[in-house]
Structures are given as structure tokens and as C-alpha cells.
């Protein structure tokens, strides 16, 4: 039987022209396997296939199966030759319509009953999976008479034999393969539309679900339906089982477990692509490396697998009642399918998809942008050749229905947010990560800065300790030494006194030299002590800058270490004040010494500082300043290594026996005049005049009082002192004190004041010259003597101002009543007050105004005295001539008979 065949059509048999006939004509088909589509170009973000812009077209493609025998077949039909037979090499199927003739068909894949179910899925159901899984949505669907296959084809679960598993199972398996759970997902819905109603399978109450179309897209969604994650195999395999369970069937004459609903199983595919950007590599460099650059993209497709009811003819399937109810509506759904593939295959401007809810929710699946597969099953049994011949027909139109394949791809926010919100955490978790590696860093270099100032600590107080200890000793040792050898030259030269000696011989100079520069290795040693352990603070607080730069320790460390550098500070202070005692022992053991050797020079005795403040003392203190071997002095010396502030600063110490220390040098350094104005520039008088007012230490107030008479010595001094109320504080002074070297310092300073011109009045009104006349009290000596150098500097002053005629009247000193005291005393045994006492009254004497006094009073007769006896040839010649030029001497001498 010769045929002749037309591609995608139906085939006319060659031996009888005439009932041959074209059945369709549909455009060159594509195989079904390998990859039909061609994809566009690279959907740009806000995809054109999305808005419903381009796409790839594609035909439905169809295959037909042929179902074996089955039991009651191989009975039935035992007699009857086939009504199909396959052609699968040429992928065609021959109808035939009786013994002699019969029509061919051309399919897209003709499957045998030896078919495999493996094969089935690859060749019409896994292209479509593959173009799901690329981001289009597809349809395979399953059509033909009741009891041919197409559950067995779609849904058959294999769990008896893996062998069987449908394309249902298969396609899950596929597309779990190819996904990453990670990025995309899997969401199933398991429905069945029964007599026009949509029915959840996998939630059967909900059973009145709405249909939703996009007017825009076409696209149609089922809202309602429940929609399930898929996570793995089994969870799927137990969903289909779920929906199998509740899926409507039947008993019918042909097949015993007929389905009678149409069963539609929704696989939505969510699938994140990262669309990579054209880079500028120079912006690549600066980019932030937290976002790298890419277009999150979603595509969102759509796998429909539709189980449909079976076709038969109503009387066939043998329906009464509500089964025929249930014919009816199936045939409506499956004729409303026919007639919208009939308008599609014919291009027909309406196609009548708003007929059945069947259409509706296919509408994608044909004519619109999914990629379609129909399986057709048939049954090889004569019987049921109309069926058969519907089914085939009903796939050939099929195949003529050309679809658009779209991409639906979007721009994926949810993946953009999520990729941020997870590249954010990583950050956080680095950050805390970074954190914590920080702190810790910081809690170590704490610790080690803590342990490092510890033992810093501990070195520096070790340090400070020995070298307190060391001076202690030191200083004690020399004390020891130094007593011990003043007693030993006391003994050996019958030397009396602390201060006072008479040193007789050769040899005590010689000691006292060796003392001396002992001494002074002594001192150099304190000195180098000293030095080391400023450098041990100075190190000690270059560590504590870096420590503190390094952030090493937090504030508590920094101020630990801070009162650590107070104590040693403070320290420092104390072992400073320790080494100038030091120095002002050795300063004053070296003016003993040199006053000692003067003593020894000239034979007579010698008195310690107090006598500086004589300006009639007879030590030549120029002889301090040049000891005649080109060596400076001690005091110079001091001057040097300590410096006056430095001294004077010492005055103020809180510690008694340092004022003690400190007063005893400023006085020695008072004596010597090139020191004096210095000192009284750099503050000295006002801390030696506030000593001498409230110290209560009556070693200070003397040596202080001894100061003050030694910077009365210069001119401009007596003014600062005057100006700084000093005569009133020595006068008050003078009238408390009993000690009669303290007595005597204030007289000294007094009378330096009486030798000042300028400052008369002022001593008089501010009650020196009544302190200076008070002082006699005592009776020493060496206060008198003192009060007598007063007495004739003031009246030396007195005098010139009568002679300048600045002044005139009674001398202050007459009113004041210190005649009888200057007559009594004027021919005193002691030598200095003797001599200054003669001298006063010569100055006296050489004014008429006070002649009456003076006559009256008894000094005329210690004036012709003097005139007559007195061992210095000036102040007996001065007072011959004053007795010579004042009238009323000599009318009194006339009167008197003596002779002159
Ligand atoms: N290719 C096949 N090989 C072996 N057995 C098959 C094949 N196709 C179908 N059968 C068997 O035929 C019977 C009917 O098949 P199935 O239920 O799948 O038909 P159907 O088209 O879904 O019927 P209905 O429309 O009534 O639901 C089942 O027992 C099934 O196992």
C-alpha cells in the first residue's frame, strides 16, 4: 500500500486518490528534543518579554501515544486487527478507517506501546522543564479518551516500579537538579477544575478558586490555590499523593478508575540570575568593595501539567445521573478546548476563550507565550476508532497553533535586598569580629602598660630609696666627722664655744682644708645623685608620654602614674632641699674654717655670720670674695650651683630646719655687697622680713634680723627697707625681743638706717631711734656697741643737715633723751662703744642749739675728756676744735676757770 506522505499533515493513501484527503497543513515542526528555543538577546532589566515586547516563536508541539492491549482488549479485540498502526521511524501514525483504507498522520513523535516512560519525559516533556528552568513558561498536557493513558503518562507515581515514574515525578526531579535552593525556588499548586468549579487538591475545602488574568501580560494566576515550597523529592512525591487522594474518579465502562476531573499541576520556578555589568576597570578601583556591581534579576516561569479528563463520547462511557452530569461538563470544557485550538489553527480573529474555565486557565498554554507539548494517548482497539480518530484530529490542529515564547524575567528587589541584608551581616559579624580583636589588643597593651609602670614603679622607688638612704648616710657621716674633728682641734688648741675659737699653731688649717675637700667630694657625690635620678624621672616621664600616646592606659593608669611622678616630684624636692642644707653646712663649716684661719693670721677671735652684719665688723669680706689663690668662694660657689632663687625659695619650706638652713646662707650671702641688691631684687627682704614677723623659731628671727642688717648695709637697700615698713618691725622687734644677739642684729640694722641722710624723719617718727636708745636694756656689750654706732651715724646725719641748714632746732637724739645715756657710756671700758660714742658727741657738740643741753647734761666734761685723752688723734683734734668753736663752751669754760 503505496501512500503518499505531506510533512506535518496528514498523509493520502496513494491507492485510493480519492478518499485520501489533507488533513492539516501546519508549519515545518522542530523535533522535540534538543533545545527548540532560541533565546533572545539578553533581556535588558525591565525585560521586553516581560512587557509583553519580542519573543521567540514556537510551535505546540504534539506527540501521540499509543497505549498497549490491555486485558479485556486482548480479549475483545482478539479477532480485529488495530486501528492504528505506527510508523515511529517516520514519526507517523496510519488510521485506518476499514480494510482497504486509511489515512496517515504525521506527529511531532510517534510512541509505541513499547514506548518507555523515560523516553516520553525526555522527548515531550523535558524541553519544556529546560525552557522553564531558562525562564519561560511551558504547558505539557495530556488529551484522549478515557482509559488510554494520559494519567499514566502525566501522573503515574512509580513507587512500585522507579521505572514508571511520570512526567509529573520526573519534571520535579529535573528541575530540583538544576536549581539551587539557596537562590531560587520551587512553589507547587495541585488543582482540579471539576463541572466548571476550581478544587485546591491539596486543600479540597477550598474549593471555589477564582481565575485572575493580567489584561496586560495574558498571564493568568490562580491566587487562591494553595502554593507549596518544594524542598526535595519526597516532599513533592507526598503532595501528589495528597492530590491523587483527592482527585475525583470513577468507575466507567471503560476504565475502572477513570479520572473525571481535569487535574492541573502548577509548578512556579523563581530563579535569581545575576546579569553582570560592563565594568570600567578604573571604576572597578574605586567602587565600593561592599556592592559589588550586578543587576539582580528574577525570572519567574511557570510549568503547567495538565491531566485532562477523558474525551469519550457520553454513551460511551456509559453515564447515568450525575456521571452524566460530569460527561456533559467534561465534553464542554474539552469541545471549548477544540474550538479556541481550532480558531488558533486557523487564525481566526476570535478565539473563544472565556467559554469554559478550562480554556481560561490554559490560555497561556495556547497562542500564548508558553512553550506547549500535547501528548495524545489513544487506545489500539477498533472499537473506539471515532474516538481515536478525534484525538488524532484534535492533535493535528494542535499543531498548528504557534505560540510566543516570553521570558519573564524582573528586576529582583527581593534578591537585592536579601544579597544586601546578608553582605550587611557578614560586615557586622567582621566588624564585631574586628571589634573584639581590638579590645582585646587594647586589654593587652593595658595589662603591659599596667605591669610596665608597676615595675617602673617598684625600679624608680628602689632608686629614690637608696639614694635617700645613701644621703642620709652620707650627710650623718659627715656631720659625725666634721664634729668630730672640731672637737679635736678644740682640744689640741683650747678652743671654746661652737663658734668662737682660738686656734694657735700650724696644723688647723690644714684639717680644715682636708675637711673641706671632703666636703666637697661629698657634695659632688649628692650631686651626681641628683643628676641620675632627675634622668630616671625624665626617663620615667618620657615613657608615660608614650604610654599615653599609644593609648596604652586608660585614664585611672595615667593618673596612677601621674601621683607616682608627684611623690617622685616631690621626692626630688626633698633630697634638692636635703643637698642645700648640705651645701649651707659646708658653706657655713667654710667660713668658719676661713675666719678661723683669719683668727689664727691675725691672733684674735673670730664670731660666725652675725658679725656680717657689722659694717664695723673687722672682717674685710672682700677677702670671702678672693681667697688669694684665683678660687672662687663658697658662697660664690653657691651661687653657681644652686642659684638665688632658688635659695630664697627655701626660706618659704614648711620645714623649720630648712628655713634654719636657708636663712643661715642668705645671711652669709647678705654680707658680701656685690650679693646685697640682688638679693633684695629677687625678693629676698620681703621673705626675710616676713620670717622676722611671724617666725616663731628664735634662731630664724635672729639670723633673719642679721640678714636685714647685712642688706642695710647698702644705700638703696635701706630705702627698699624703710619703704617696706622695716623700721617699724625692727623697732617692734627690738622691744620683744630678750635674746641679746638677736638684739644686737637689730641694733646693727638700725644703726645702718641712722647712716642714711634721707631717711632722719622717718627713723625717728616710725620709732627706731627710741627702739635703737630701748636696746640699752640689755646691756651686752655687743648691743651697746651697736647702739652706739647708731647713736653717732644719726648724729653724724644730724649734723650735716644742721651744717646744710636743712635741719634746725635741738638734736632728736637730745629730745629723745639719749644724752645721759651717750655721757654715761662715753668713757665705756670696751673699745667700739667707747670710740662711736666720743664721735657722736663731737657731732653733737658742733651745734650751739644744743650746747645748754649738753653743758647741762655733763657732756662738756667728756667733750674737753676726749679733747685731751683720746687714743685717736681725728676725734681728738675734731673734738678740741667743736670746744674751741662753740661760744657757750667756752663762756661755760671761761666761767668754770678751766683751762683749755
Ligand atoms: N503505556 C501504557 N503502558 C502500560 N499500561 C498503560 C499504558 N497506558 C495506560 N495503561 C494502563 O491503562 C489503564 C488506564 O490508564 P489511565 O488511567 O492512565 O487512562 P486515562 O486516560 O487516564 O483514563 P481516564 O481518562 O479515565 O482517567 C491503567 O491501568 C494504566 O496502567
Known sequence: MASSTYRNGAV?????????????RIPPSQPFSGSAIRRNSSPSFGSAAAAGDGGVPGRVRVAVRLRPQNAEELV??????????????????????????????????????????????????????????????????????????????????????????????RSMEDILANISLETDTVCVSYLQLYMETI?????????????VEDPKTGDVSLPGAS????????SFMELLRVGEDHRVAANTKLNTESSRSHAILMIHVKRSVTEKEDVNPSDNENSSHFVKPFKPLVRKSKLVLVDLAGSERVHKSGSEGHMLEEAKSINLSLSALGKCINALAENSAHVPLRDSKLTRVLRDSFGGTARTSLIVTIGP???????????????????????????????????????????????????????????????KINSEAQNRILEVERNFADVLEKERLKCQMEYIESVKKLEEKMIENQGK?????????????????????????????????EIHGRNEAEEEVNKLRSQLRQFTEAGAGGDAEILKLQTVLENEVHQKKKLEEEIIILRSQLLQLTFEADQMRLCLERGGFANGYADLASPMSQINHSQFREPGNGK??????????????????????????????????????????????????AGGLDSLLMLLRSSEDETIRRVAAGAIANLAMNEANQEVIMAQGGISLLSMTASDADDPQTLRMIAGAIANLCGNDKLQLKLRSEGGIRALLGMVRCGHPDVLSQVARGVANFAKCESRAFSQGIRSGRSVLIEDGALPWIVQNANDEAAPIRRHIE??????????????????????????????????????????????????????????????
Not at 478544587?199 to 481565575?211: F, G, H, K, T
Not at 537585592?416 to 560586615?427: A, C, F, T
Not at 688648741?493 to 700650724?506: D, L, Q, R, S, V
Open 493 to 525: 688648741h683650747g678652743c671654746n664655744g661652737y663658734i668662737h675659737a682660738k686656734c694657735i699653731g700650724e696644723g688647723p688649717e690644714v684639717i680644715i682644708s682636708e675637711d673641706t675637700t671632703e666636703l666637697k667630694k661629698q657634695l659632688e657625690k
Open 199 to 211: 478544587q485546591d487538591l491539596l486543600d479540597p475545602l477550598n474549593d471555589n478558586i477564582s481565575i
Open 227 to 234: 502554593l507549596i515550597e518544594i524542598k526535595d523529592q519526597q
Open 632 to 681: 672662687k668662694t663658697p658662697v660664690a660657689s653657691l651661687f653657681e650651683q644652686v642659684g638665688l632663687e632658688k635659695i630664697l625659695s627655701l626660706l618659704e619650706s614648711d620645714d623649720v630646719n630648712v628655713q634654719i638652713h636657708a636663712v643661715k646662707v642668705v645671711a652669709n650671702l647678705a654680707a658680701e655687697e656685690s650679693n646685697q641688691e640682688r638679693i633684695v631684687e
Open 381 to 443: 482497539s477498533p472499537r473506539h476508532r471515532g474516538e481515536t480518530t478525534s484525538t488524532i484530529l484534535f492533535g493535528q490542529r494542535a499543531m498548528k497553533v504557534e505560540n510566543m515564547l516570553k521570558i519573564k524575567e524582573e528586576f529582583d528587589y527581593k534578591s537585592l535586598s536579601r544579597r544586601l541584608e546578608i553582605q550587611l551581616d557578614k560586615l557586622i559579624a567582621e566588624n564585631e569580629r574586628q571589634q573584639k580583636a581590638f579590645d582585646s589588643e587594647i586589654e
Open 839 to 900: 664721735l657722736a658727741l663731737c657731732h653733737l657738740a658742733q651745734h650751739e642749739v644744743n650746747a645748754k643741753d649738753m653743758i647741762r647734761g655733763g657732756a662738756l666734761w667728756e667733750l674737753v675728756r676726749i679733747s685731751r685723752d683720746c687714743s685717736r688723734e681725728d676725734i681728738r683734734s675734731l673734738a678740741h676744735r667743736t670746744l674751741n668753736a662753740i661760744p657757750a663752751f667756752r663762756a661755760e669754760l671761761r666761767r668754770l676757770r678751766v683751762e683749755f
Open 12 to 24: 493520502r493513501n496513494s491507492s485510493n486518490p480519492k478518499s485520501s484527503s489533507l488533513k492539516s
Open 76 to 169: 475483545a479485540d482478539a479477532d480485529f486487527a488495530d486501528c492504528v498502526e505506527l510508523q515511529p521511524e517516520l514519526k507517523r501514525l496510519k488510521l485506518r478507517k476499514n480494510n482497504w483504507d486509511s489515512d496517515t498522520y504525521e506527529f511531532d513523535e510517534v510512541f509505541t506501546e513499547f514506548a518507555s516512560q523515560k523516553r516520553v519525559y525526555e522527548v515531550v516533556a523535558k524541553p519544556v522543564v529546560e525552557s522553564v528552568l531558562g525562564g519561560y513558561n511551558g504547558t505539557v498536557m495530556a488529551y484522549g479518551q478515557t482509559g488510554t493513558g494520559k494519567t499514566f503518562t502525566l501522573g503515574k507515581l512509580g513507587e512500585e516500579d522507579m521505572s514508571d515514574r511520570g512526567i509529573m515525578v
